[in-house]
Protein backbone atom coordinates (compact mmCIF):
# COMPACT_ATOMS: atom_id res chain seq x y z
CA UNK A 1 0.00 0.00 0.00
CA UNK A 2 1.33 3.40 -0.19
CA UNK A 3 1.61 5.67 2.57
CA UNK A 4 0.48 8.35 4.64
CA UNK A 5 3.71 8.58 6.87
CA UNK A 6 6.44 10.52 4.82
CA UNK A 7 9.30 8.73 4.33
CA UNK A 8 11.41 11.11 6.68
CA UNK A 9 9.16 10.39 8.97
CA UNK A 10 9.47 6.28 8.77
CA UNK A 11 13.42 7.29 8.57
CA UNK A 12 13.27 8.96 11.87
CA UNK A 13 11.33 5.83 13.27
CA UNK A 14 13.42 2.99 12.04
CA UNK A 15 14.80 1.24 9.05
CA UNK A 16 13.37 0.98 6.08
CA UNK A 17 14.33 -1.51 2.86
CA UNK A 18 15.26 0.41 -0.66
CA UNK A 19 14.97 -2.05 -3.74
CA UNK A 20 18.36 -3.24 -5.91
CA UNK A 21 19.35 -3.20 -9.44
CA UNK A 22 16.46 -2.03 -11.79
CA UNK A 23 18.62 -3.41 -14.47
CA UNK A 24 19.79 -6.13 -12.90
CA UNK A 25 16.17 -6.95 -12.94
CA UNK A 26 15.27 -6.43 -16.05
CA UNK A 27 18.20 -8.06 -18.09
CA UNK A 28 17.03 -11.42 -15.82
CA UNK A 29 13.21 -11.23 -16.65
CA UNK A 30 15.25 -11.59 -20.64
CA UNK A 31 15.46 -7.75 -21.46
CA UNK A 32 18.13 -6.13 -23.49
CA UNK A 33 19.60 -3.08 -21.96
CA UNK A 34 22.38 -2.09 -24.47
CA UNK A 35 21.71 0.74 -25.46
CA UNK A 36 22.72 4.06 -24.25
CA UNK A 37 19.53 5.02 -22.82
CA UNK A 38 19.91 1.67 -20.42
CA UNK A 39 16.74 1.00 -18.33
CA UNK A 40 15.00 3.98 -19.53
CA UNK A 41 14.63 2.71 -23.18
CA UNK A 42 11.62 0.25 -21.89
CA UNK A 43 9.96 2.90 -20.66
CA UNK A 44 8.89 3.70 -24.21
CA UNK A 45 8.98 0.37 -25.11
CA UNK A 46 8.00 -1.71 -22.73
CA UNK A 47 6.93 0.27 -19.82
CA UNK A 48 5.11 -2.58 -18.48
CA UNK A 49 8.15 -4.42 -17.47
CA UNK A 50 9.30 -1.53 -15.01
CA UNK A 51 6.24 -2.27 -13.53
CA UNK A 52 7.21 -5.81 -13.52
CA UNK A 53 10.39 -4.96 -11.53
CA UNK A 54 9.53 -2.63 -9.04
CA UNK A 55 6.94 -5.52 -8.41
CA UNK A 56 9.06 -8.01 -8.13
CA UNK A 57 11.39 -5.91 -5.29
CA UNK A 58 7.96 -5.15 -3.71
CA UNK A 59 7.53 -8.45 -2.93
CA UNK A 60 10.94 -9.27 -1.95
CA UNK A 61 10.72 -7.31 0.93
CA UNK A 62 11.36 -3.74 -0.38
CA UNK A 63 9.55 -0.39 0.73
CA UNK A 64 10.64 1.89 -1.47
CA UNK A 65 11.24 1.45 -4.95
CA UNK A 66 13.60 3.39 -7.28
CA UNK A 67 12.22 4.56 -10.33
CA UNK A 68 13.55 3.60 -13.68
CA UNK A 69 14.65 7.11 -14.52
CA UNK A 70 18.37 7.22 -13.55
CA UNK A 71 19.26 7.78 -17.33
CA UNK A 72 16.59 9.62 -18.57
CA UNK A 73 17.19 13.20 -19.57
CA UNK A 74 16.06 15.30 -22.28
CA UNK A 75 19.62 14.88 -24.14
CA UNK A 76 19.51 11.32 -24.26
CA UNK A 77 15.98 10.90 -25.59
CA UNK A 78 17.00 13.69 -27.89
CA UNK A 79 19.39 11.38 -29.08
CA UNK A 80 17.45 8.92 -29.90
CA UNK A 81 14.58 11.67 -31.86
CA UNK A 82 12.15 11.74 -28.77
CA UNK A 83 11.10 15.39 -27.80
CA UNK A 84 11.06 17.14 -25.01
CA UNK A 85 7.13 17.00 -24.56
CA UNK A 86 7.44 12.77 -24.80
CA UNK A 87 10.45 12.46 -22.55
CA UNK A 88 8.66 14.37 -19.94
CA UNK A 89 6.02 12.12 -20.24
CA UNK A 90 8.55 9.00 -20.01
CA UNK A 91 10.57 10.27 -17.14
CA UNK A 92 6.77 11.02 -15.01
CA UNK A 93 5.67 7.74 -16.48
CA UNK A 94 9.14 6.21 -14.67
CA UNK A 95 7.44 7.38 -11.26
CA UNK A 96 3.56 6.17 -11.73
CA UNK A 97 5.42 2.57 -13.02
CA UNK A 98 6.73 2.45 -9.62
CA UNK A 99 3.77 3.72 -7.84
CA UNK A 100 1.45 1.25 -9.99
CA UNK A 101 3.95 -1.82 -8.53
CA UNK A 102 2.69 -0.02 -5.11
CA UNK A 103 -0.83 -0.44 -5.62
CA UNK A 104 -0.19 -4.11 -7.11
CA UNK A 105 1.92 -5.30 -4.50
CA UNK A 106 -0.81 -6.07 -1.73
CA UNK A 107 1.49 -5.73 1.13
CA UNK A 108 0.02 -4.15 4.37
CA UNK A 109 3.08 -2.14 5.17
CA UNK A 110 3.65 1.24 4.14
CA UNK A 111 5.13 1.58 0.56
CA UNK A 112 7.20 4.83 -0.94
CA UNK A 113 8.36 5.87 -4.65
CA UNK A 114 11.93 8.03 -5.41
CA UNK A 115 12.28 9.56 -8.21
CA UNK A 116 16.39 8.49 -9.63
CA UNK A 117 18.15 11.09 -10.96
CA UNK A 118 21.28 10.41 -11.87
CA UNK A 119 24.63 12.30 -12.72
CA UNK A 120 25.53 14.19 -15.91
CA UNK A 121 27.59 11.23 -16.50
CA UNK A 122 25.05 8.56 -17.05
CA UNK A 123 23.75 10.79 -20.07
CA UNK A 124 27.09 10.42 -21.43
CA UNK A 125 26.88 6.51 -21.64
CA UNK A 126 30.48 6.64 -21.06
CA UNK A 127 31.74 5.37 -17.54
CA UNK A 128 32.08 9.04 -16.51
CA UNK A 129 29.60 9.04 -14.05
CA UNK A 130 32.38 6.75 -12.20
CA UNK A 131 35.04 9.74 -12.53
CA UNK A 132 33.38 13.20 -12.06
CA UNK A 133 34.89 16.19 -13.60
CA UNK A 134 33.54 16.40 -16.34
CA UNK A 135 34.63 20.08 -17.42
CA UNK A 136 31.62 21.84 -16.63
CA UNK A 137 31.14 24.45 -13.75
CA UNK A 138 28.36 24.28 -10.77
CA UNK A 139 26.17 26.22 -12.79
CA UNK A 140 26.29 24.70 -15.86
CA UNK A 141 25.86 21.21 -13.86
CA UNK A 142 22.62 23.35 -12.58
CA UNK A 143 21.31 24.25 -15.53
CA UNK A 144 21.46 20.80 -17.01
CA UNK A 145 19.40 18.54 -13.67
CA UNK A 146 16.91 21.25 -12.97
CA UNK A 147 14.48 20.90 -15.88
CA UNK A 148 14.42 17.14 -15.19
CA UNK A 149 14.22 17.86 -11.49
CA UNK A 150 10.99 19.72 -12.19
CA UNK A 151 9.34 16.99 -14.39
CA UNK A 152 9.88 14.35 -12.10
CA UNK A 153 9.21 16.35 -9.10
CA UNK A 154 5.91 17.00 -10.83
CA UNK A 155 5.01 13.56 -10.62
CA UNK A 156 5.07 13.75 -6.97
CA UNK A 157 7.54 11.06 -5.75
CA UNK A 158 7.95 10.59 -2.21
CA UNK A 159 11.37 11.53 -2.57
CA UNK A 160 14.18 13.20 -5.18
CA UNK A 161 17.23 10.33 -5.55
CA UNK A 162 19.92 12.23 -6.06
CA UNK A 163 22.21 9.27 -6.44
CA UNK A 164 25.53 7.88 -7.82
CA UNK A 165 27.41 11.47 -7.85
CA UNK A 166 31.06 11.33 -8.58
CA UNK A 167 31.69 14.45 -7.66
CA UNK A 168 31.33 16.85 -5.03
CA UNK A 169 30.71 19.79 -7.20
CA UNK A 170 27.98 18.05 -9.44
CA UNK A 171 26.48 17.47 -5.63
CA UNK A 172 26.49 21.19 -5.09
CA UNK A 173 24.64 21.60 -8.98
CA UNK A 174 22.05 18.97 -7.49
CA UNK A 175 21.59 20.47 -4.21
CA UNK A 176 20.19 24.45 -6.04
CA UNK A 177 18.65 22.39 -8.45
CA UNK A 178 16.16 21.07 -5.57
CA UNK A 179 15.43 24.09 -4.00
CA UNK A 180 11.53 24.82 -4.02
CA UNK A 181 10.43 21.89 -6.06
CA UNK A 182 8.26 20.81 -2.59
CA UNK A 183 9.77 17.12 -2.91
CA UNK A 184 12.67 16.17 -0.21
CA UNK A 185 15.48 14.58 -1.76
CA UNK A 186 18.46 12.16 -0.63
CA UNK A 187 21.75 12.40 -2.05
CA UNK A 188 24.57 9.81 -2.49
CA UNK A 189 27.62 9.78 -3.54
CA UNK A 190 29.41 7.07 -5.53
CA UNK A 191 32.73 6.67 -3.82
CA UNK A 192 35.89 4.93 -3.78
CA UNK A 193 37.14 3.94 -0.55
CA UNK A 194 36.84 7.40 1.91
CA UNK A 195 37.03 9.76 -0.86
CA UNK A 196 33.87 10.61 -3.90
CA UNK A 197 35.03 8.99 -7.30
CA UNK A 198 36.49 12.56 -8.17
CA UNK A 199 38.88 12.51 -5.72
CA UNK A 200 37.43 14.25 -2.91
CA UNK A 201 37.17 13.85 0.51
CA UNK A 202 33.61 12.70 1.64
CA UNK A 203 33.65 14.41 5.15
CA UNK A 204 33.57 17.94 2.78
CA UNK A 205 31.46 16.21 0.31
CA UNK A 206 28.77 14.93 3.05
CA UNK A 207 29.09 18.69 4.67
CA UNK A 208 27.40 20.10 1.01
CA UNK A 209 23.85 18.57 2.38
CA UNK A 210 23.97 19.15 6.19
CA UNK A 211 22.49 22.69 5.57
CA UNK A 212 20.29 21.59 3.03
CA UNK A 213 16.67 20.92 4.53
CA UNK A 214 15.54 19.62 1.25
CA UNK A 215 17.96 16.58 1.95
CA UNK A 216 16.32 13.76 4.39
CA UNK A 217 19.16 11.25 3.91
CA UNK A 218 23.16 11.75 2.78
CA UNK A 219 24.98 8.54 1.86
CA UNK A 220 26.38 6.22 -0.78
CA UNK A 221 25.39 3.95 -3.62
CA UNK A 222 27.03 2.35 -7.10
CA UNK A 223 30.19 1.43 -4.69
CA UNK A 224 31.71 -1.40 -2.92
CA UNK A 225 30.25 -3.31 -0.06
CA UNK A 226 33.39 -2.85 2.22
CA UNK A 227 33.37 1.20 1.54
CA UNK A 228 30.03 1.22 3.29
CA UNK A 229 30.20 1.40 6.79
CA UNK A 230 33.20 3.91 6.95
CA UNK A 231 31.34 6.03 5.02
CA UNK A 232 28.07 5.94 6.88
CA UNK A 233 29.65 6.64 9.83
CA UNK A 234 31.22 9.46 8.24
CA UNK A 235 27.69 11.09 6.80
CA UNK A 236 26.30 10.42 9.77
CA UNK A 237 28.63 12.25 11.93
CA UNK A 238 28.61 14.99 9.25
CA UNK A 239 25.65 15.52 8.99
CA UNK A 240 23.68 14.67 11.44
CA UNK A 241 21.07 13.73 9.35
CA UNK A 242 19.96 9.51 8.54
CA UNK A 243 22.35 7.66 6.02
CA UNK A 244 20.97 5.76 2.90
CA UNK A 245 23.23 3.40 1.95
CA UNK A 246 22.86 0.90 -1.29
CA UNK A 247 26.03 -0.40 -2.52
CA UNK A 248 26.68 -3.18 -5.87
CA UNK A 249 27.45 -6.53 -5.51
CA UNK A 250 31.40 -5.92 -5.30
CA UNK A 251 31.90 -6.58 -9.11
CA UNK A 252 33.32 -3.64 -11.42
CA UNK A 253 31.73 -2.40 -14.32
CA UNK A 254 33.94 -2.32 -17.61
CA UNK A 255 32.52 0.81 -19.83
CA UNK A 256 34.18 -0.55 -22.89
CA UNK A 257 32.98 -3.98 -22.57
CA UNK A 258 29.27 -2.74 -21.06
CA UNK A 259 30.09 -5.95 -18.92
CA UNK A 260 30.84 -6.61 -15.06
CA UNK A 261 33.66 -8.42 -13.92
CA UNK A 262 34.95 -9.93 -10.59
CA UNK A 263 33.03 -11.46 -8.22
CA UNK A 264 30.16 -10.52 -5.45
CA UNK A 265 31.28 -9.29 -2.03
CA UNK A 266 28.08 -8.24 -0.94
CA UNK A 267 26.60 -10.61 1.92
CA UNK A 268 23.46 -9.51 4.61
CA UNK A 269 25.57 -10.13 7.37
CA UNK A 270 27.28 -6.39 6.67
CA UNK A 271 23.91 -5.44 6.76
CA UNK A 272 24.08 -4.95 10.65
CA UNK A 273 27.27 -3.71 10.70
CA UNK A 274 25.85 -0.12 8.16
CA UNK A 275 23.13 0.08 10.57
CA UNK A 276 25.32 0.16 13.32
CA UNK A 277 27.12 2.89 11.60
CA UNK A 278 23.97 5.12 11.23
CA UNK A 279 22.26 3.61 7.89
CA UNK A 280 18.26 4.12 8.12
CA UNK A 281 17.98 3.60 4.70
CA UNK A 282 19.02 0.59 3.34
CA UNK A 283 19.14 -1.77 0.02
CA UNK A 284 21.55 -2.57 -3.41
CA UNK A 285 22.68 -0.99 -6.55
CA UNK A 286 23.84 -3.12 -9.86
CA UNK A 287 24.20 -6.90 -9.20
CA UNK A 288 21.90 -7.13 -6.19
CA UNK A 289 18.55 -8.25 -7.01
CA UNK A 290 15.19 -9.56 -5.34
CA UNK A 291 17.02 -12.12 -3.45
CA UNK A 292 19.83 -10.07 -1.88
CA UNK A 293 16.37 -7.42 -0.95
CA UNK A 294 14.55 -10.21 0.60
CA UNK A 295 18.09 -10.90 3.02
CA UNK A 296 18.37 -7.23 3.61
CA UNK A 297 14.69 -7.24 4.83
CA UNK A 298 15.28 -10.20 6.52
CA UNK A 299 18.30 -9.39 8.87
CA UNK A 300 16.54 -6.05 9.33
CA UNK A 301 13.22 -7.69 10.73
CA UNK A 302 14.74 -10.14 12.95
CA UNK A 303 16.42 -7.19 14.85
Not at 151 to 177: F, K, Q, S
Not at 199 to 221: K, S, Y
Amino acid sequence: MTSTLTLAEALAAGTVVLDGGMSNQLESAGHDLSDELWSARLLAEQPEAVTEAHLTYFRAGADVAISASYQATFEGFAKRGINRDRAAELMALSVESAREAARRASVSRPLWVAASAGPYGAMLADGSEYRGRYGLSVDELERFHRPRLEVLAAARPDVLALETVPDADEAAALLRAVRGLGVPAWLTYSVAGDRTRAGQPLEEAFALAAEADEVIAVGVNCCAPQDVEAAAATAARVTGKPVVVYPNSGETWDAEARAWAGRSTFTTGQVKGWQQAGARLIGGCCRVGPDGISGIAGALRAA
